[in-house]
Every structure is written in structure tokens, then in C-alpha cells.
């Protein structure tokens, strides 16, 4: 709980932050990819009429020199009022006639300029002899001027076609291209920033969440986050995460509760004892005996108390690693070892495959706390302790029994023996702390199955867990199916 509040409480950037980066970021990349496209279009469009208008110019310039060459043409031939004229004069071109001194004989409109150039152009010989020139500034407009001799010194035909006009086109497409890049980067931006407040605004709610748990320390908080992308998955994660958490924080309340409650017992007999062996000499030897032999069963009781305590503390943690296990192999072994402790014939039969994915240090302290607790409530028994393993009991499940034949369980006993410290009333009179079968159930949880215990029929108790993967590997299973008979789902305490 305290690292969870440390992370919680570093300082970290400002959602509203992401937020902005995310919609500038988002108007960068839109005014980058706008502004490329705009100068690539507009330079091509520029780049296509540009060479339109230059073969339209060309080609009527070589219509021009065409016509001279092949007919005997004379200034008067190319005037305005002269019929057919327009076939030297297409849409948007303007013509002006000169005679053979480079006079201008038929005005162009406006009228064009005539310079050295174009004077001895039409002082040629040869028909068809061209002068061109780029760029002159005609009344303000540009235009672009060819001088083409109509042969024998008769004279020359000006051909001129405004460029001006073409540029202040592609200028207002400029203009417009502009306006358009800042309009569509604006609408970027916006746009930027209502998907970045959309997808922060459950953000904003998981980290409130999660500001709310570090200020208040309370696990038990519900995250209200929706939706079934990485956000929605966070927020489902965050939401499992806390829950885990205030469980795990419970069962720590509830295991001190529970230990203090069940350890201020053997304290307080150790204390009026040691109290009483300040007059130990006083006593009588029968009473000293008595008194050290109960000091030593009292300390014994704690330090089995203790252990189990750190046992049980232990198989809630997954430090052990898992492994492939045969369940078989481990009862073996846990048989093995109660023959010698206890002097009793354990007998060890098995079915089926008994090999799960498993933490095998748990699962011999579960089946050793089983047979302990039957060797405890079947001390004189001359019938041997059985485990039986079988397997499958379901796909992908192990089942562990512990069969005795001592007094058995009383049925108002059959639904809290698996509890923490519970003890039967017939049983508080036995060494014990009632834990042993608490660590079962949590090693049978552990491995997504459950614990149970019923009575035997001919006497006896049956009492044994069920388990499969270990959580974590697979998805936590719910108890086992089947029952040999009333209660089996929970168990008598050691």
C-alpha cells in the first residue's frame, strides 16, 4: 500500500499537457502534409497551364509561318478587316500587321511595340523568318511577342498573347491554395483537440482514481472507465488491480485479527506461569513438574502457531516457481515421511494423470497438513491412512483425498473447518492452532480448485482439495464439480 501511494504521489505531467501535445502534434503533421500537397498542386497546376499557354502560342506562331511559306501573302491579307482574318487571330491573341519598312499598317490592340528587330524581320527575303520575344511589358501587361516575315521585303505579321492574365490566375490560385492550408490546419487543430480531450477524458477519470486512492488510502474504489480499446483495458487492469489489492489488504486485517486474537491465549498462560516461577522454590515438586511441563507444551503451541502463521503467509506469495509436477510423486513423499513421524501405515493409491502446472512446495504442505490432521483425529486407528490421487476429476484437474477412519466430522462442523483457527469442539482439546486446513484451501485456490471434506461412510472423514494449473497460467477455475456427499466444499481444521 505504501509503494502503490509512493508511485502515486510522484510528480507526473498534467493531462491537459498530453492533451495540447496531442492536438498541436496533431496540427504539425495535418499543416506539414497541407502545406506540401498545397506547393506540389500549385506547382503543378502553375506548371500545366504555363506549358498549355506556351503551346497554344506556339502552335499559332507556326500556323503563321505556315501560311507565309506556302502562300504568297501580303500585309493587306492579315488585317482585321479582311474576311478569314480570324484564322490568324484565335481567342485571346493579338495581331498587328507591319509593311515593309516595319511601318505598322493594322494596329494590334493594344498596339504592340516595334523594335530594330522586327523592322529588318520585315525587310526579310525569306518568308517565315521568325524573331521572338519573352516578357514585354505592353500597357502595363506582359506578353509574349513573335515578329514572322511574310517574304520579298512585303513586310512581317506581329503575333502576341497576354501572359498576364494566366499569372494573375494562378496568383488567386495561390491565394486560395493559402487560405485553404490555414483553413484545414485550423479545422486540424480543432479536430486535434476534441479527439484529444475524447480520448484523455477517461484518462482524466483513471488518474482522478487514482489520485483519490493515494489522498484517501482506500482500495475499494470502482474505476468507471468504459470501452474495449487500450484505454478501456487500462481502466479494467487498474479496476482488477485495486480490487486484488483491498482483498489482499483485507485478508492481512483479518490474518493479524485472527493471529492476535488466537495468540493472546498461549501468552497469557506463559505469563501467570513464568509469574509463578518467582516462587518456584515454594512449590512442591509434583506442582514444579507440572509447572515446566506446561510451560514447554505452551511454548510449543506457540512456536507451531508461529510457523504456520509464516506458512500460511508464505502460500499466499509466488516466489516458488512453477513447474510440471506429478501430484502422485508428492504424496509419495509426504507418505513417506508421516510413516516415520508418526509410526502409521499411510497408503498411497493413484489414477489417471496426475501432472499439473504447479508450485510443488505448496502442494506437499497441503497434503501434508491432510494427513497430519487425520493422524491427529485417528490416533488409535489400526486401519491405514489412504491418500488417493486422481486425475483428471475434470479436464485439466487433480484430485487429492485423505481418507481416516477416526471419529468423523459433525455436519454443523462440515461448513467451517476450512476457516482460519477454527477448531471443532471435540478437537480444542488437541494440540493445534486450527490453520493447517486454512493453508490447504488457499494452496487448492492457489491452483484453481478447492478444498472439501464430507464423512466417510463406515466412519471416518474424507477431506481433500482439488487443483489444476496454477493461477496465473490459466484462467482461475471455479470448484470442482461432483460431491461424495454433504459439505464437501469445506473441511475440518487441524
Known amino acids: 500500500m505504501g509503494r502503490l501511494a509512493r508511485l502515486l504521489d510522484r510528480p507526473r505531467p498534467r493531462l491537459s499537457s498530453l492533451r495540447t501535445t496531442f492536438a498541436v502534434s496533431f496540427a504539425v503533421v495535418t499543416a506539414a502534409v497541407t502545406v506540401l500537397v498545397g506547393i506540389l498542386s500549385y506547382n503543378s497546376a ?25 502562300y504568297h501573302l501580303m500585309p493587306a491579307d492579315f488585317t482585321s478587316s479582311r474576311p478569314g482574318h480570324e484564322l490568324v487571330r484565335p481567342n485571346r491573341t493579338n495581331v498587328q500587321v507591319l509593311g515593309a519598312h516595319g511601318e505598322i499598317v493594322d494596329h494590334g490592340a493594344p498596339p504592340l511595340p516595334v523594335t530594330a528587330g522586327d523592322k529588318s524581320v520585315a525587310a526579310a527575303a525569306t ?25 520579298s521585303g512585303h513586310g512581317a505579321v506581329q503575333v502576341a498573347q497576354e501572359f498576364s492574365d494566366t499569372e494573375d490566375l494562378l496568383h488567386a490560385l495561390q491565394q486560395r491554395t493559402l487560405i485553404l492550408m490555414v483553413a484545414v490546419v485550423v479545422a486540424a487543430g480543432l479536430c486535434g483537440w476534441w479527439l484529444a480531450r475524447r480520448i484523455t477524458r477517461r484518462l482524466v477519470i483513471l488518474t482522478s482514481a487514482a489520485e483519490g486512492v493515494a489522498r484517501t488510502r ?28 483491498a482483498q489482499s489488504e483485507e ?33 512442591p515438586p509434583a506442582t514444579r513438574e507440572e509447572l515446566v511441563a506446561d510451560l514447554t507444551q505452551e511454548a510449543r503451541e506457540l512456536t507451531d502457531l508461529v510457523n504456520e502463521l509464516v506458512d500460511l503467509a508464505a502460500g ?23 510413516r516415520r513421524r508418526s509410526g502409521r501405515d499411510i497408503v498411497v493409491r493413484s489414477s489417471g494423470d496426475t501432472t499439473i502446472q504447479g508450485r510443488p512446495g505448496m502442494l506437499q504442505r497441503a497434503i501434508s497438513n ?28 487433480v484430485r487429492v483425498e485423505v481418507l481416516d477412519r477416526g471419529p468423523g466430522i459433525a455436519a454443523g462442523d462440515l461448513i467451517r473447518v476450512f476457516d482460519r483457527f477454527y477448531r ?71
Do not use: C
Request: avoid cysteine; hydrophobic fraction near 40%; aromatic fraction near 4%.
Open 46 to 70: 502553375a506548371r500545366l497551364v504555363r506549358v498549355d499557354q506556351q503551346s497554344v502560342f506556339t502552335q499559332v506562331v507556326q500556323d503563321v509561318r505556315d501560311e507565309v511559306r506556302r
Open 127 to 151: 518568308a517565315g523568318r521568325t524573331v521572338e520575344y519573352k516578357d514585354v511589358q505592353v500597357e502595363g501587361d506582359v506578353y509574349r511577342i513573335a515578329t514572322v516575315a511574310l517574304g
Open 218 to 245: 482506500r482500495l475499494g474504489v470502482e474505476v468507471p472507465v468504459t470501452g474495449y480499446d487500450e484505454v478501456g483495458r487500462l481502466g479494467r487492469s487498474f479496476d482488477r488491480m485495486l480490487g486484488r489489492l
Open 251 to 283: 485478508d492481512q486485517r483479518r490474518l493479524v485479527q485472527d493471529a492476535g486474537h488466537e495468540l493472546r491465549t498461549p501468552l497469557t498462560s506463559l505469563r501467570t506461569n513464568i509469574s509463578l516461577l518467582r516462587r518456584i522454590d515454594e512449590l
Open 316 to 338: 499466499q506469495s509466488d516466489t516458488e516457481p512453477v513447474q510440471r509436477v506429478d501430484v502422485a510423486d508428492i504424496a509419495w513423499d509426504v507418505a513417506g515421511l508421516a
Open 370 to 397: 491432510l494427513v497430519e490432521n487425520a493422524t491427529k483425529f485417528d490416533r488409535e486407528g489400526k486401519a491405514p491412512i489412504e491418500i488417493a490421487v486422481a486425475g483428471p476429476a475434470r479436464p485439466g484437474m
Open 424 to 494: 471443532a469442539a471435540d478437537a480444542r482439546s488437541l494440540p493445534g492452532s486450527g490453520l493447517g486446513l486454512s493453508i490447504v484451501r488457499e494452496v487448492a485456490l492457489a491452483h484453481g480448485g478447492a478444498p472439501f471434506a464430507f464423512r466417510r461412510e463406515g466412519g471416518g472423514s474424507v477431506i481433500g482439495f482439488t487443483a489444476g494449473a496454477e493461477r496465473g497460467h490459466r484462467d482461475r477455475g471455479g470448484p470442482a464439480a461432483g460431491s461424495h456427499g454433504p459439505g464437501r466444499d469445506r473441511g475440518r481444521g487441524v
